[in-house]
C-alpha cells in the first residue's frame, strides 16, 4: 500500500524560497499522476499544483502560484518536488501531496481511492 511523507516545510520571508518533496513506499509514484494540496488556517483544502505520470509530465498551476511554484517528478527516487519561489504571506499553510486526478485546466483532486495523507509539510511565510 502507498504510504506518502512531505518534507521541506519551514518558515521564510516574503520573496524566499522553499522546496518540498513528496516520498513514496510500497507504490511506485510513477504510477500515478501527483497533486500538491494546501490548507491554509481556516480554509478547506486546496488544489494549487499537480504532475502527470505520462511522459509528457504535463502539469498545472493555479492562478495563484503559477509563475513562481515549479512541480517536478524523479521516479528514479520516488518522489515528486515543488519548489517554491517569490512566496507571499498567503502561501502559508500546510502541504499535503496525494494521488490526484489532475488535468491541465482545473485544479488537482485526490483520487478517490487515496487514503494515504500524510502529516503535511507545514510552510510560513512572514517577516
Known amino acids: 500500500q502507498l504510504q506518502i511523507v512531505e518534507s521541506g516545510g519551514g518558515t521564510v520571508q516574503p520573496g524566499g524560497s522553499l522546496k518540498l518533496s513528496c516520498t513514496g513506499s510500497?507504490?511506485?509514484?510513477?504510477?500515478?499522476?501527483i497533486g500538491w494540496f494546501r490548507q491554509a488556517p481556516g480554509k478547506e483544502r486546496e488544489g494549487v499544483s499537480c504532475?502527470?505520470?505520462?511522459?509528457?509530465?504535463?502539469?498545472y498551476y493555479s492562478d495563484s502560484v503559477k509563475g513562481r511554484f515549479t512541480i517536478s517528478r524523479d521516479d528514479s527516487e520516488n518522489a515528486v518536488y515543488l519548489q517554491m519561489d517569490s512566496l507571499k504571506p498567503e502561501g502559508t499553510g500546510l502541504y499535503y501531496c496525494?494521488?490526484?486526478?489532475?488535468?491541465?485546466?482545473?485544479?488537482?483532486?485526490?483520487?478517490?481511492?487515496?487514503?494515504?495523507w500524510g502529516q503535511g509539510a507545514q510552510v510560513t511565510v512572514s517577516s
Open positions: 496525494a494521488t490526484a486526478v489532475c488535468y491541465g485546466y482545473q485544479p488537482p483532486r485526490p483520487r478517490r481511492d487515496f487514503d494515504s
Open positions: 510500497g507504490t511506485p509514484l510513477s504510477y500515478y499522476a
Open positions: 504532475i502527470h505520470s505520462t511522459l509528457d509530465r504535463s502539469t
